[in-house]
């Protein structure tokens, strides 16, 4: 029963967080371009699924990658081996990423045209390696991110003066790197944290910082997935100056 009460509590906050994209899109078509949507019946079932789809997605995190997450980083740091909390680490960001469906197309699409620019061969087989090379790089640097990440809960490393070399290291790529690929590289540290890196990097750290002594969750337990976004720019960026 408990579990059914907060499910429709979830259902409820998954309809909430929708009203203001409804209103916007109603003020437009209504106000703005005084009209009525195309297909409203579809749309409106379309956004129905959206609400129970956001719903048990919440409610999925909730249940289930967040403890995962949490009650592993915190077995490994009780067993006090550093080697399998660092393999773990690294495999998390890789593996994570490498499923992220938002990086796939954003690799397909970039393959496509990069294809249709003439940068690689306007064949099936050249844009699939292309695209899995720029997956494949993404998830590793994810993965060494991800570990830079746990090495500094684990020290206690100050995460701005990390932040502010890395971009200084992106900024200084930026001028090397071809322009074909400098866009891809800025969209690719978007779309590597999103619905399945996010929620298990989090708990990651928490859960990491909850259990080591002398860590604060606040303080260290965040900040993983602000590397996982920036050491694919510099990776992708890396990988335009060798492959194009």
């Known amino acids: 029963m408990a579990a059914i009460i907060r499910l429709l509590h979830s259902l409820l906050s998954s309809f909430k967080d929708l009203i203001p994209i409804i209103l916007v ?9 005084q009209q009525a949507p195309d297909n409203l019946f579809s749309i409106l079932i379309g956004l129905i699924f959206i609400v129970f789809g956001l719903t048990f997605f919440v409610f999925g995190l909730e249940m289930g990658l967040f403890p995962i997450g949490e009650s592993l980083a915190q077995a490994l740091a009780r067993k006090g081996s550093i080697f399998w909390l660092v393999i773990f680490s690294f495999s998390l960001g890789f593996g994570t990423t490498l499923a992220e469906p938002a990086l796939t197309a954003v690799a397909n699409e970039a ?6 620019a003439e940068a690689i061969a306007m064949n099936e087989e050249a844009m699939d390696n292309y695209a899995m090379g720029l997956r494949l790089t993404v998830a590793i ?16 490393w100050p995460i701005h003066y990390m932040i502010i070399g890395g971009y200084v290291t992106v900024m200084i790529l930026t001028s090397f790197a071809p322009e074909d690929i400098i866009g891809i590289a800025y969209d690719s540290g978007g779309v590597t944290t999103s ?5 298990l990097v989090t708990a990651l750290g928490v859960g990491l910082a909850t259990v080591i002594k002398g860590r604060n969750p ?6 993983l997935i602000a590397f ?7 990776f992708v960026l890396l990988y335009g100056m060798v492959v194009l």
């Open 25 to 33: 899109v109603g003020f437009f078509e209504i106000f703005v371009l």
């Open 111 to 116: 393959a496509q045209v990069a294809a249709e």
């Open 141 to 156: 640097s994810v993965g060494l991110a991800i570990l830079l990440g746990v090495i500094r809960i684990l020290k206690g």
């Open 195 to 199: 619905t399945i890196t996010v929620p």
């Open 218 to 223: 606040m303080l260290d337990g965040f900040g």
């Open 228 to 234: 996982a976004s920036l050491t694919p720019m510099i």
